[in-house]
Nanobody, 119 residues
Framework: QVQLVESGGGLVQAGGSLRLSCAAS????????MGWFRQAPGKEREFVAV????????YYTHSVKGRFTISRDNAKNMVYLQMDSLKPEDTAVYYC????????????WGQGTQVTVSS
């Protein structure tokens, strides 16, 4: 079993930045692919970013490329999402996710953290 706890959400003006953190426990962190998803009001949950187990490769949904950066620290069992140039359409609950294989259908989810971007 893996436990994921997100932090770092909040209210920010458009153009601002936030850094989300996710603390993982319960399994060897380096054995997990890690990522972030988000769900806006009235919409389905969508993929945002993923980072491979070693951190060598990252992938982003098109709408956040060049603005968001995912990273991980395997020594601290942490994954981060640096969000810059935020837009009102980035407003959503952001979820940390983990899986031992890939993030098409993650096995593990955090409880979510709210990000609100005001215009």
């Amino acid at each position: 079993q893996v436990q994921l706890v997100e932090s770092g959400g909040g209210l920010v003006q458009a153009g601002g930045s936030l850094r989300l953190s996710c603390a993982a426990s319960g399994r060897t962190f380096s054995s997990l692919a890690m990522g972030w998803f988000r769900q806006a009001p009235g919409k389905e949950r969508e993929f945002v970013a993923v980072i491979t187990k070693t951190g060598d490769n990252t992938y982003y949904t098109h709408s956040v490329k060049g603005r968001f950066t995912i990273s991980r620290d395997n020594a601290k069992n942490m994954v981060y999402l640096q969000m810059d140039s935020l837009k009102p359409e980035d407003t959503a609950v952001y979820y940390c996710a983990a899986d031992p294989v890939h993030l098409v259908h993650p096995d593990y989810w955090g409880q979510g953290t709210q990000v609100t971007v005001s215009s």
